[in-house]
Every structure is written in C-alpha cells, then in structure tokens.
C-alpha cells in the first residue's frame, strides 16, 4: 500500500462541475501539498498547508490531520483546469516528500 | 526572469556517457530539491541541499552526485548513464526547508 494514495486516478468533468480530488495518508506529517502538472509537464505549487483550510481563487484544500485526509476543490470547472493534480506529504526529520501517483483532471467544454 | 531554471530542456544520449543538468534559482531560497519523475509519471524525492548542504540523499545509485557551488545553483551529474536513467528530472527550491516549492520546467532525458 502507498503512503500516499490519491482518488480518483483519473476524472473527467464538464464546464463548470465542481470537482473534488481526494488524498489519504499513512504517516505522520508536517504539511501536505498540493501541485499541478500541466500536460506541457511543468509542476506548480497549488497549495501547502498543515491544518484547516485555504483558498485561492476557485481553488480550495483542506485537511483534516486526525483522519490523515486532505480534499482539494475546485469549483466551476474550466478546460484550462485540465492537468495532472499532485498530492505530497512532508514527513521524516528532513522533511521528505512523499508523493501520491496523481489525479489527471480532463474538463471539457 | 525565470524563478528556477535548469538547463538543457532534452538531453538525448548513449549508454555509458556521462551527462550534467544545470539548475539555478534567483528567488534567494535557502534550500534546492532535485526530483525524479518515472515514465508512469510518479514522483521521487533524490536530494536536497540547505545552504549547499546535503540534507537529503535518497537511495540513488552513486552514479548521481549533486554539486552545489553557491546556494542558488544546484548541479546533477550523471556517470556511465543506463536505459533506465531515463526519466524527467525535475529542480526545485523553497525559502526554507519544507516550505512552498517552485519548480524547474524539467529536463527530459533519454538514454539510448
């Protein structure tokens, strides 16, 4: 079992769905990650955060330590949204991190 | 400007070579990642430096080894390159360690 598990693997969404991704861990964490990689391959930073909740534009995570549960949302869907979504936690004394195997997000028009 | 630069973008070779990857950041970051993505696209930690310290050396064969001359330059050298060095290898750097990452756009390199 991966430390890091991702779900769902793969979504497809019309214009304007609110989406949910979903990440679940098994370690003991100091902050949780969320990136984007574009299907031109460069990674971004969405989010990192290590209690409650944060936005940023249409974009939502939160996470919820004592479940070792972490969502990101993303509300009216746009095709440009359409990418790779990377969960990673920070674990171990030097920070590791630990990546899930991705979300690939298709919203079509 | 770009915030973290690695260069070259493609790196096609033979077995057997030995290749380097460039990487620089101007944000003034005190720490600087070296990541590599599989060909199912999964992400792996392979070393991290603080102030042009190793801080993280994950189980890479000893044919990586990553030269930091200054805080904002992370170098990859790989020796006698194998088919399965090939990957997109990815730079990285955040203010602190275990802060927010900015990331390189990749160097795809093929191993032929």
């Known amino acids: 079992k991966n430390e890091v598990e991702q779900s769902p693997q793969n979504l497809t969404a019309q214009e304007g769905e609110f989406i949910t991704i979903n990440c679940s861990y098994s370690v003991g964490i100091s902050a949780l990650h969320w990136l984007q990689q574009h299907p031109g391959g460069g990674i971004v930073s969405l989010f990192m955060?290590?209690?409650g909740k944060k936005k940023h534009g249409r974009l939502i995570a939160t996470i919820n330590i004592q479940e070792k549960h972490s969502s990101l949302h993303i509300t009216a869907s746009h095709p440009r949204d359409s990418a790779v979504y990377i969960c990673?936690?920070?674990?171990?004394?030097?920070?590791?991190?630990?990546f899930g195997k991705g979300t690939k997000l298709s919203v079509k028009p | 400007d770009t915030a973290v630069s690695q260069t070259p973008k493609y790196l096609v070779t033979q077995m057997g070579n030995d290749k380097s990857i460039k990487c620089e950041q101007n944000?003034?970051?005190?720490?600087m990642y070296w990541y590599k993505q599989d060909s199912k696209k999964f992400l792996k930690i392979m070393f991290s430096?603080?102030?042009?310290?190793?801080?993280i050396n994950e189980t890479v064969p000893n044919r990586f080894s990553p030269k930091s001359p200054d805080k904002a330059h992370l170098n990859l050298h790989i020796n006698s390159l194998e088919l399965g060095d090939s990957a997109v290898y990815f730079c990285a750097s955040s203010q602190v360690t275990r802060g927010q990452l900015f990331f390189g756009s990749g160097t795809q390199l093929s191993v032929l």
């Open positions: 430096y603080n102030n042009k310290e190793l801080i």
């Open positions: 955060l290590s209690s």
């Open positions: 990673a936690v920070e674990g171990g004394s030097q920070g590791n991190l630990i």
């Open positions: 944000l003034g970051h005190d720490t």
